[in-house]
């Protein structure tokens, strides 16, 4: 008796999408949704696309770095 109803859930958790959803939600979906709250928090305030360029410290010392090299980049559109 008790098997026949196991295996009735298991079949509508299964087979009936709605019901899926929601199991899925139940088990895994609030964790995501939690942990997708984490990581927008520690992002900030940043737009999606900005760029973010922290200036190299300036020490005092001289150096004879002047900068890099030339890198040739072709627009994507």
């Known amino acids: 008796m008790l098997l026949?109803?196991?295996f009735i859930i298991t079949l509508v958790i299964l087979f009936v999408p709605p019901v899926r959803r929601f199991v899925f939600y139940l088990l895994v979906g609030r964790q995501l949704v939690k942990q997708q709250k984490q990581q927008a928090d520690i992002r900030g305030s940043r737009r999606e696309g900005e760029i973010k360029v922290d200036a190299r410290p300036n020490n005092?010392?001289?150096s004879r770095y002047t900068?890099?090299?030339y890198v040739d980049y072709e627009e994507v559109k």
């Open 4 to 6: 026949k109803y196991l």
């Open 60 to 62: 005092g010392k001289d």
């Open 67 to 69: 900068g890099g090299e």
